[in-house]
């Protein structure tokens, strides 16, 4: 494909998305390498301590569709910054993008062996379904009985 045509069919695929997901698109792109380096600066309990300070927004919560649609849209970002949008970074940025549109939301880590090695991964769920994730990833890692928040570091 040249450029052109590849510009071509970014744009269209943005313009197929709805506003909320072209907002979580863009913001997503700018916010993805902050959210790493807040993440690596300050360590998970500390950043996600400072994101949990503001409070859920008074909207009507996000249908799971919703919540899932703009977790797709945090997942494309992530294939366009500059620097790792690790799995922890994207859950980070999404549970935020849903504490703004009104949606409580839950980070959760598991952890499976990989070819003889331990592997961690990370995700976002919405009333116990994950939203950045496929159904499938409850099954293949091994998660923290209760969602991961600040305190359970202490």
Avoid at 44 to 50: D, N
Avoid at 60 to 88: D, I, K
């Amino acid at each position: 494909m040249t450029a052109v045509t590849e510009i071509f069919r970014y744009v269209s695929i943005y313009r197929a998305l709805s506003a909320r997901e072209q907002n979580a698109l863009l913001t997503s792109v700018m916010l993805l390498p902050f959210f790493w380096l807040g993440l690596r600066l300050a360590g998970l309990q500390r950043f996600q301590a400072w994101l949990d300070r503001s409070p859920v927004a008074r909207h009507a919560p996000l249908s799971q569709a919703e919540a899932a649609a703009l977790g797709v849209a945090v997942n494309r970002a992530a294939n366009h910054v500059l620097g790792p949008a690790t799995c922890l970074t994207r859950s980070l940025l999404l549970r935020w993008l849903l504490r703004r549109y009104g949606t409580a939301s839950d980070l959760r880590i598991g952890v499976c062996f990989e070819q003889g090695k331990l592997a961690a991964h990370a995700w976002v769920e919405k009333d116990g379904i994950p939203v950045n994730d496929s159904p499938e990833v409850v099954a293949r890692y091994a998660a923290f009985e209760q969602a991961v928040v600040p305190d359970m570091f202490l």
